[in-house]
């Protein structure tokens, strides 16, 4: 029997895998597929890596290890919806809650060994084990076509707005950058040398032939003139400050850049207090919130909160996440992430939130300039030319260099912060050293690795890519940037491996590749845009939320280099407010739109390997999909209007309608025509239903975890549509 995995994941996606499972699994298995589920949760995670503390009732597997292994085979079909990179902040919370529960879990510090166990969860920790393959993501032309029927709404741009990307023009990591290209199979030590003598920081680091491998440091001095500067023009020029980061892929690093901004922005607290709050274990790296929670039973608990205030009086305004509740944009790093608050500020006319709740432009701080620029691009272009046009714009699709742990999301394990002044070197097994930087107490050094085979492949989809759509190609690298020069030399070569006649294949430097698409944009015109893995990160939140509202509505298909298919299904960015209206006010506005897309391209791949009404199912949900646009039945973000369950109603709807019409596969017919025809005598009143239940507070059980009986009878309340559902049984 066909087999697919469809992940459990966290917050609104999760709450609504509650809702839209068990239509998946009924109507998938009249075609004969198999949907099996398996936890990659935050505290599912947090369980399978601590089993010695659990009974045996409550131990679960490492179904992360299990898929990692399965996405390596042909056999792998999975759909991965959106999960909890965690924060220091989200992954206490999250231990705190299954200890709550009855779950022995010990504290995040409870020992320097728990604390290594707890950071390989932290981060980006899903991702790099199941993307065995390079990431091909795009708008469909169904929500491409809603889009410019339905405008999102754009801010007005002026072009006398002081709005601007901040970023470091030197001892960055984007500056420091040295690269090589392994020229055999090898094994390396990074080591730091110094006056005390050489300390292994990884030692047994097995690279491959062709493998390109980078060192970089962030020199932590020049940030903190770099960041006291910043705030100083903030102040100076009367714009909000706002920093962009991403405290939770890139768990080592920009935690503690975070930090840095924070004592910055606060001086006097950290010169007075700074002592005190180490003592206490208080970190600025995981946000001021921890600081103003943790002081609370701290003899100098008025004198901290006084020098916190006084802080806010002698700085520039600072952006805020909610001005209501005072949470501002140093409060949880896992609150701004990068990829998505750049391009929000962007569409709403390059404003952000200051303390009052007002509009206003911002110094947006980047510290590290490797790709800063692509967002001043924007920013200057929408000054000159004014907001994009949803029903006119073009789009830009991306095919990713993501496989194997390609490029920096695959660097925790090589990412150092500092102890002692002097040299960090890479060491080949011969004892040659490769590359070298000399640091100072507190720098941030960094490694990362991307293997040949993943960047052939990458190439390989590029021109399929190009040649199936017939656009224009840009592979967006630098060749003033060490790592980008040892790729070109490499895409230069493996371009020849294929047929690009009539292709346009380009290779610009991000900041012309960003120029290039927005033009083409304006014009109505496509061009995909080839690039690594942090920006495709980037990319695919930057143009997807300025073409269609959001990167969850994108198409997010993974071909796995041994055969398998991984279909993503979008952004979960907002998931915590999400969750939090839920809980309220009884309404889920997650959009499920990006699962819909996702499971008919899994559907369609287990079609081709053998599972032919499979095919059919796709053809009839994608059919459903657009029908759902175009009767504008996606959630909405008010109480008392349609939700994601009234959303799942519509797709189960007209899906079985889809099925039941169509004349390739006469079994699915006659299996789907009883469901269709219920549908259409009760689903009216199924809708009025879902919406009539929203208003008052619902219990979940759980934020990390919640209660499934709880999850599911809040997700499922209809008896009407769950009777129609088992007529499939």
Not at 271 to 290: F, K, R, T, W
Not at 334 to 362: C, H, L
Request: with cysteine; net charge negative; hydrophobic share 40%.
């Amino acid at each position: 029997m066909a087999k697919i995995i469809y992940t459990h994941t966290d917050e609104a996606p999760l709450l609504a895998t509650y809702s839209f499972l068990p239509i998946v699994q009924a109507y998938a298995a009249k075609a004969g597929v198999e949907v099996e589920t398996r936890d990659i949760s935050l505290a599912g995670r947090i369980l399978a890596t601590f089993p010695e503390n659990l009974t045996e009732a409550q131990r679960i597997g490492d179904a992360l290890a299990e898929l990692g292994e399965l996405a390596k085979t042909p056999e792998a079909n999975i759909i991965k919806l959106p999960n909890i990179s965690a924060s220091v902040p989200q992954l206490e919370g999250a231990i705190a809650e299954l200890q709550a529960q009855g779950f022995d879990v010990p504290d995040y510090d409870a020992s320097p060994e728990v604390t290594a166990r707890y950071d390989k969860i932290k981060g980006s920790a899903v991702n790099p084990v199941l993307r065995e393959g390079n990431s091909d993501r795009r708008a469909p032309s169904a929500v491409k076509n809603y889009a410019r029927k339905h405008p999102h709404s754009m801010g007005a741009w002026s072009a006398d707005s002081k709005t601007t990307v901040a970023t470091m023009s030197d001892n960055d990591f984007r500056h420091n950058e040295q690269s090589v290209v392994l020229p055999a199979d090898d094994s390396l030590t990074i080591q730091l040398v110094t006056e005390n003598g050489t300390t292994a920081l990884k030692e047994g680091l097995k690279v491959l032939e062709g493998e390109v491998v980078d060192s970089t440091v962030m020199r932590v001095a020049e940030l903190d003139k770099f960041l006291a500067e910043q705030i100083a023009r903030a102040k100076d020029e009367c714009v909000l400050f706002s920093t962009h980061l991403k405290a939770t892929m890139m768990k080592v690093s920009d935690p503690i850049l975070f930090g840095h901004v924070v004592r910055a922005f606060f001086p006097a607290l950290f010169e007075q207090y700074g002592e005190v709050l180490a003592a206490a274990g208080l970190s600025p790296n995981n946000g001021l919130a921890g600081i103003i929670n943790g002081v609370q039973d701290l003899p100098e608990r008025d004198g901290i909160l006084a020098a916190i205030e006084q802080g806010y009086a002698d700085g520039p305004r600072l952006a805020m996440v909610n001005s209501d509740k005072g949470i501002t944009n140093l409060h949880v790093p896992s609150d701004v992430i990068v990829d998505a608050s750049m391009p929000a500020m962007i569409r709403i006319g390059g404003k952000m939130w200051g303390p009052q709740g007002e509009e206003s432009d911002t110094i947006a701080v980047l510290p590290d300039s490797s790709y800063a620029g692509i967002y001043q691009v924007v920013i200057d272009d929408c000054k000159a030319n004014g907001a994009y046009d949803p029903t006119t714009m073009g789009s830009v699709p991306n095919v990713g260099l993501m496989a194997q742990k390609a490029e920096e999301y695959g660097s925790h394990d090589k990412t150092f912060q500092i102890a002692e002044a002097g040299r960090v070197e890479v060491v080949n097994a011969a004892g040659e050293v490769l590359m070298s930087h000399d640091v100072a107490a507190g720098d941030i050094w960094r490694a990362c690795q991307t293997k040949d085979a993943p960047i052939r492949d990458w190439v390989k989809l590029a021109v399929t890519r190009a040649r199936a759509s017939n656009t224009p190609a840009v592979f967006w690298l630098d060749e003033t940037r060490a790592h980008d020069r040892n790729l070109i030399a490499k895409v230069n070569e493996y371009l020849n491996d294929h047929d690009t006649e009539g292709l346009d294949i380009r290779i610009l430097s991000p900041e012309d590749a960003t120029q290039l698409s927005v033009d083409r944009i304006r014009r109505g015109e496509d061009t995909i845009s080839v690039t690594g893995n942090v920006l495709r990160d980037y990319l695919t939140d930057l143009f997807p939320i300025l073409e269609v509202g959001t990167s969850a509505k994108m198409l997010s298909v993974v071909p796995l280099m041994n055969g398998g298919g991984l279909f993503e299904t979008g952004a979960g960015g907002s998931a915590p407010k999400h969750v939090q209206q839920l809980v309220e006010e009884n309404h889920l506005r997650w959009d499920s739109l990006g699962e819909f897309l996702a499971l008919a391209e899994s559907f369609r791949h287990e079609a081709e390997r053998g599972a032919p009404s499979a095919a059919v199912l796709a053809d009839a949900l994608d059919k459903a999909t657009e029908k759902l646009l175009d009767e504008d039945l996606s959630p909405s973000r008010r109480v008392g209007e349609i939700d994601n369950r009234g959303s799942h109603l519509a797709i189960a709807r007209f899906w079985a309608e889809e099925l039941a019409a169509q004349t390739e596969d006469a079994a699915l017919a006659e299996a789907f025509k009883p469901v269709a025809e219920a549908f259409a005598e009760s689903g009216d009143a199924i809708a009025a239903e879902l919406i009539e239940l929203q208003g008052s507070p619902v219990e979940l059980g759980g934020y990390y975890r919640p209660d499934a009986d709880k999850a599911s009878a809040v997700m499922r309340p209809s008896a009407a549509f769950n009777e129609i559902l088992a007529k499939l049984a």
